[in-house]
């Protein structure tokens, strides 16, 4: 099952690290080091599937060599204590293949790093078939035909980290539901996701290396903190089983007793594992699912087919309500400042029509934001509040700066919402992008507010997204079931 992992750290000279020897580690590479004058020979470590180096458009040609690469990052510092290049290292869903997850890892890369102008050298480990991983590599400078220039300070910033790991979480899980699995990765603290499990901390260590005599003190005490918080998750699931339940739904909307073992083996003590996978299967919570033709049979949780079958009720009652339409004067006054082609057009007539909820499958492109900016003029125009909601950040800015609304992220949006900071009003019109990613409950979440408001929603997601997931996502569903 997926899992999210992503750290970040500096290689720097002062930890006695060498970023030549680092680069010939992670790629599996002999490389020589011009500054120590080593010769780094890592050409027989097993594991690594696949390395390569991505630089931005307009790059000088030797960055393609590894060799020179790293060897004019080390010439280009001149301190004993230099910082060298940054790390991160992320955790590859177990779901994807091999070709899939290097397209995950070359999109994320794309996004979040050479549209900054940073150099990339990454490479997948996959020793461990149940902890595939990748390392990233990254510049701290940027590239000119003879070496590297000043250091970027922009690149140091403490707010990149937390965008990285939010950035992660939104391409693994589109590359997840492009793939066909419905498995998802959240970048959040449990207590965030609303989880009352621990998290059990990380060990540095393999699993299978023996805990006996020889290990470090701190690593003795991660050990024994891991089986403490193990015991201590064994025992909330025992007196709680739902717990469980809602922590893997959390995940993935339906799973196998396999799934459940699973995850529970590597949350619990191994003394109590048995008695909490009876708990688990035993409850009255957990609904099992007819099987698909000779498929391992599949379960849920009777929470989540509840919130499905509110959500539906919900938008079949908002689908019809009155109040929202936009006059036929302030449509044709919008239309006639943009050049919309018929299908928008229709598409446009649908959006501001009324109805307090209203979902639409369009291709991402520059028409989806003609037609977003089009409506929401008409909106205004009569009146309306327009708000615009994303899941990532990427869909924030396309909402900002090509259809001009205003946005912010769904999890923001909800957080005042249910502190009563900014409580939605019948004179809202809320713009929802990327909306065949949003899980299940989290939609009916917002629309229960919304409805609670008399607001409307306008639910917008990528036709080509839509497609590739499948019943994957509850927007087809809701689009189906509430004839939207």
Known sequence: MAIYHLTATVISRARGQRIVASA?????????????????????????THVEIMAPAGSPAWVQDRALLWNRVEAAERRVDSQLARELEVGLPVELSQDQSVALLRDFITRQFL?????ADFSVRRDNPNNPHAHILLTLRKATLSGFGPKVREWNR????????????????????????DARIDHRTLEAQQIELAPGPKIGIGGRRPTGQGLPKYLEERIAEQKRTAKQNGDTILLDPTAALRALTRQQATFTHRDVANFLRSRTD?????????????????VALRPDGESE?????????????SLVRRAAVMAPRRGHGVAPQWQVSATSQHLLSEGHRGAFEYLVG????????VQAGNDKSALLAVAREAWQAQGFKVQGAALSGLALKNLVTESGIESRTLESYEQDWLQEQSPLTQNDVIVIDESEMIGLKQLERVLAVADKARAKVVLIGDSTQLAAMGALSPLR???????L
């Open 24 to 48: 010939a580690a992670r790629s599996a590479t002999t490389l020589y080091d011009e500054y120590y004058g080593i010769t780094h020979n890592h050409s027989r470590k097993r594991g690594v």
């Open 115 to 119: 549209a900054e102008e940073m150099i």
């Open 158 to 181: 403490k707010t990149n980290l937390m965008d990285w790991r939010s950035a992660w979480a939104e391409r693994a899980n589109q590359h997840l539901a492009r793939a066909g699995h």
């Open 270 to 286: 191994p003394a109590q594992y048995e008695a909490v996978l009876l708990a688990v299967m035993s409850s009255n919570e957990l």
């Open 297 to 309: 049979a599949r379960f849920t949780s009777r929470d989540l087919l509840e919130a499905e079958k």
């Open 354 to 361: 009324d109805g307090d909820l209203k979902a639409l499958a």
């Open 477 to 483: 569903d809701l689009i189906a079931k509430a004839g």
